[in-house]
C-alpha cells in the first residue's frame, strides 16, 4: 500500500503548456504540501493545506495553484510553463501541528523543453 | 532568510566506523526540528522530530540531540553500515503549528563496505 502516491512520475512538455501533478495520500493526514527540488537540490515549501484550506502560500509564482478536492488529495497546477520550472515535485503529508513527521510521496520530475 | 546550515556537506567513512553530522539554525522563535533521511532516487524518510531543548531520540544506531537556546542539533549513526549511506536532511520549523519545514542541504554519507 503506497501512502502517499504521485502521478506522473515524470512529465516533458513544452513550454507555454499548462499540466497538472496529483496526489494522494492514504494516511488519514489532514495536511498537503508541495515542495520544489531545486537545480542546487535544495527542497522548497510552495504550498501546505490544511482541512482543504491553504494555510502557507509561499512566494512562488502565480502560475502554480493547488487544488484540493477532498482532504486525502493535493493537485498541484501549472500555467504556461517556463524552462526554469523544471524541477523535481514532491508531495508530503501530515498530521496537522508542526511537530508531526512529514510522509512525502516519490516525487515528479518535471522538464519543460 | 533563515538560514539553515549542515556541516559537512559531504563525508565518506569505512563500514563500522562511527560519525555524526550537525546542523545550525537560527535559534529565535525555534518551534521543532525535523530530521529526515533521503536515499538516492527516493523520497525522503522521516528520522525524528524534536522540539524541546536537551532532547535526545534514538532509533536502531541512529540518534540525535537538540539545543535550541544555541541553535543546533547533532546527528550520530553508530557503526555505520553501507545501507547508511543517504543524506540527511535538516529542517526546523519556525511557524509553529502551521510553520513551514526549511530545509538544509543536507550531509550526504557514503559508507564504503
Known amino acids: 500500500d503506497t501512502a502517499v502516491s504521485q502521478t506522473p512520475k515524470y512529465l516533458v512538455t513544452q513550454m507555454g503548456n499548462d499540466k497538472s501533478i496529483k496526489c494522494e495520500q492514504n494516511l488519514g493526514h489532514d495536511t498537503m504540501y508541495w515542495y520544489k527540488q531545486d537545480s542546487k537540490k535544495f527542497l522548497k515549501i510552495m504550498f501546505s493545506y490544511n482541512n482543504k484550506e491553504l494555510i502557507i502560500n509561499e512566494t512562488v509564482p502565480n502560475r502554480f495553484s493547488p487544488k484540493s478536492p477532498d482532504k486525502a488529495h493535493l493537485n498541484l497546477h501549472i500555467n504556461s510553463l517556463e524552462l526554469g520550472d523544471s524541477a523535481v515535485y514532491f508531495c508530503a503529508s501530515s498530521h496537522s501541528g508542526g511537530t508531526y513527521e512529514q510522509y512525502f510521496g516519490p516525487g515528479t520530475r518535471l522538464t519543460v523543453t | ?113
Open chain 2, 1 to 113: 532568510i533563515l538560514n539553515v546550515e549542515q556541516s559537512p556537506q559531504s563525508l565518506h567513512v569505512q563500514e563500522g566506523d562511527s560519525t555524526n553530522f550537525t546542523c545550525s539554525f537560527p535559534s529565535s522563535n525555534f518551534y521543532a526540528l525535523h530530521w529526515y533521511r533521503w536515499e538516492t532516487a527516493k523520497s525522503p524518510e522521516a528520522l525524528f522530530v524534536m522540539t524541546l531543548n536537551g532532547d535526545e531520540k534514538k532509533k536502531g544506531r541512529i540518534s540525535a540531540t537538540l539545543n535550541t537556546k544555541e541553535g543546533y542539533s547533532y546527528l550520530y549513526i553508530k557503526g555505520s553500515q553501507p545501507e547508511d549511506s543517504a543524506t540527511y536532511l535538516c529542517a526546523p520549523n519556525y511557524g509553529g503549528s502551521q510553520g513551514n519545514l526549511i530545509f538544509g542541504k543536507g550531509t550526504k554519507l557514503s559508507v564504503k563496505p
